[in-house]
């Protein structure tokens, strides 16, 4: 079993739509959860991170931790064709020496069509 | 302009062959990262580095190679004995209290044939 599950996709909807993008986790140890977005043949850009459980909202996009179910989401709001994108999940738990290490997500292809 | 550059943006290579892959960020940040990237995997962890003149093996470092001589820069060098090399190579940077913001470059895409 990964230690971190992502739906590959690819998720398509229609402008406009809210989109749920969702990861699940193993280990309970990982305190810092990410959310990074990569359009295609680009590096990864950092959108939000949110440390332990809770809510953590910017402009269009929120994003959910819920560390008893060992589970995080991401919301897009009136999603725009801009959003089209394969959206990665990472989470950190600090390793030997103070490093802290990323286990990421396979990702989610989104679609957002006019 | 701060951020991380990464050159060249496509390499082609012949089997046998090593290639170095360039790693530059101007954020001032003390650690900097190598992940590689393949269809429907989540990024691996190459090697890392915290300090300059210090770097640590991830998951996969077998057939790689890295040097940290300047805060700056952090080159990766594939060598001949990866067995399978052809990836998109995604570098990283970050303070190193807080690890888990991570920033990527624009990437590497290797072709080895």
């Known amino acids: 079993q990964k230690e971190v599950e992502q739906d590959p996709g690819p998720l398509s909807v229609p402008e406009g739509a809210i989109v749920s993008l969702n990861c699940t986790y193993s280990?309970?140890?990982?305190?810092?959860f990410m959310w990074y977005r990569q359009y295609s043949r680009k590096g990864p850009e950092l959108l939000m991170y949110t440390y332990s459980s809770g809510n953590k909202e910017d402009g269009r996009f929120t994003a959910q931790v819920d560390k008893s179910s060992k589970y995080i989401s991401l919301f897009i709001r009136d999603s725009q064709p801009s959003d089209s994108a394969t959206y990665l999940c990472a989470m950190s738990f600090l390793f030997s020496g103070g490093y802290n290490k990323l286990i990421f997500g396979a990702g989610t292809r989104l679609a957002v069509h006019p | 302009d701060g951020g991380i550059t990464q050159s060249p943006k496509y390499l082609f290579r012949k089997e046998g062959q090593n290639v170095t892959l360039s790693c530059e960020q101007n954020?001032?940040?003390?650690?900097m990262y190598w992940y590689r990237q393949d269809p429907g995997q989540g990024l691996r962890l190459i090697y890392y580095?915290?300090?300059?003149?210090?770097?640590q093996k991830g998951d996969i470092a077998e057939g790689y190679s890295v040097s940290r001589e300047k805060k700056e820069s952090f080159p990766l060098t594939v060598t001949s004995a990866q067995k399978n090399p052809t990836a998109f190579y995604l570098c990283?940077?970050?303070?190193?209290?807080?690890?888990?913001?991570?920033?990527f470059g624009p990437g590497t895409r290797l072709t080895v044939t």
């Open positions: 954020l001032n940040h003390d650690a």
């Open positions: 990283a940077s970050s303070t190193t209290d807080r690890g888990y913001e991570q920033y």
């Open positions: 280990n309970s140890a990982f305190q810092y």
């Open positions: 580095s915290q300090i300059v003149n210090d770097f």
